[in-house]
């Protein structure tokens, strides 16, 4: 009786966003979802990288004042940059949370607080203001193994018992995600130590977990991850199909790469693409365009503009054999494409990727197989579910050297040896779609969140 009176029947729900690219994307997804569901949204995010408000015109966003400017998106300094945010946004997120609270419409009231899984403060302020919590995981389900049997921070033992790796490595599924060598990537490193294990501790305080995922994609980590968080898990992707929302690219988009795809032969591009964050030197830069070229198939390559470690721009770099290529029609560079317009092209055959999760799923959805070369976080994870698990694509390991590239594109694309990979990935899409259907694994995880949401 006392819970049902202490609940909020509001359908008003406030979204955190942890504000890089690969976290913006999935959270308006989300927002979009939910929207669909009847629920009413507000978006707040650090005041820099903000997502353009005039894109998504049926929400409201509040702008925190965290102080921050220049924040690093560098893989080297992620803990860092997490921590930074945290420590800025908690106490200007509980004043923007409480003025909502006291200007709240009886009829509008507030559900509950859905934050990025990275965005951990917004857990202890939702505790402080008594409302429900919820943590949203933009990695795949598994990556959550890494907090959950996290090292204690001084390094030494296992949380919450020593024997906890050894019981995931049971499961083949999970075994070939090699998890021991991502829990143990910490050791040594007392941050990151510090960080999952805050992390671990309120994504157990939160009231449930929604994943970006799909259920036959990760069927064993959708297991085990509950058992050791203890709330429900919501695996309701892949967002992106689920409510296509508008563009929320902090870049533009360059959107002539599809006129250029439209003239392509079916299946015969790859699309060659590193995600937001990841940076190369002038000599990857050089094997690269090499090995695209001599593969002999058509290319569509995104270079961010600051991707290229020291340089600019790279129209001086490239040799003029190669931009000889790109004036007639075998290549086409942008600075930032369409990816999921992209990747849903009949032109495009092949995905050479970073594995960033968003990507990945894309890729899954299209029945792209993909060329994989993680650079780091969960990539390394997300690689072995595509080359060892799902096996729709090859890993492509060491040092960038264009013999390598050439070979890799040709083996995903042409020859006989990357068949059954390309049969797998266009299986992958068929299961996919099924999941969003009616009675899908997804549609009626949507369902079960809503529930979730409104009982809480
Ligand atoms: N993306 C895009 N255009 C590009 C490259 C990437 O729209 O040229 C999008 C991509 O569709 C994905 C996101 O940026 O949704 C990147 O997220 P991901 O998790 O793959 O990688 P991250 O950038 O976080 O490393």
Known sequence: MEKEEAKRHGRRLVLVVYPFQGHINPMLQIATILYSKDFSITVLHPEFNSPNHSNHPDFSFVSIPSG??????????????????????????????EQILEAEDPHDRVAGVIYDGF?????????????????????????LFAYAVSRHPDGHGYIPCQDSLSQLDQEPELEALK??????????????????????????????IIVNTIHFLEQKALTKVPKYFGNPIFPIGPFHKLAPSSSSSLLEEDTNCISWLDKQALESV????????????????????SGLASSEQPFLWV????????????EELLSESFWKRVEERRGCIV?????????????????????????????????????????????????????????????????????????GIRRLMIDSEGLEIRQRA???????????????????????????????
């Open 335 to 407: 600075k930032w494409a369409p990816q999921k317009e992209v990747l849903a092209h009949g032109a495009v055959g092949g995905f050479w990727s970073h594995c960033g999760w968003n990507s990945t799923l894309e890729s899954v959805c299209e029945g792209v197989p993909m060329l994989c070369r993680p650079i780091f976080g969960d990539q390394t994870l997300n690689v072995r579910y595509v080359c060892d698990v799902w096996k729709t694509g090859l890993e492509m390991e060491g040092v960038l050297e264009r013999g390598k590239i050439e070979k």
């Open 426 to 456: 266009k299986g992958l899409k068929e299961k996919a779609n099924f999941c969003l259907s009616e009675d899908g694994s997804s549609y009626n995880a949507l369902n079960e969140l809503v529930q979730h949401i409104l009982s809480s």
């Open 270 to 289: 790859i699309y060659v693409s590193f995600g937001s964050m990841t940076s190369m030197d002038e000599n990857e830069l050089l094997e690269i365009a």
């Open 179 to 208: 998890l021991k060598d991502i829990i143990e990537s910490a050791a040594g490193n007392p941050t990151l130590l510090e960080l999952r294990a805050i992390l671990k501790e309120t994504t157990k305080n939160a009231s449930a």
């Open 119 to 143: 965005m951990h403060f917004a857990q202890r302020v939702a505790n402080h203001l008594k409302l429900p919590g919820i943590s949203m995981c933009t990695s795949a389900a598994a990556s």
């Open 68 to 97: 921050l400017s220049n924040v690093s998106a560098s893989p080297a300094d992620i803990v860092a940059t997490i921590s930074a945010i945290n420590r800025s946004c908690e106490a200007p997120f509980q004043r923007c949370l």
């Open 303 to 314: 270079v961010r503009p600051g991707s290229v470690r020291g340089s600019e721009w790279v």
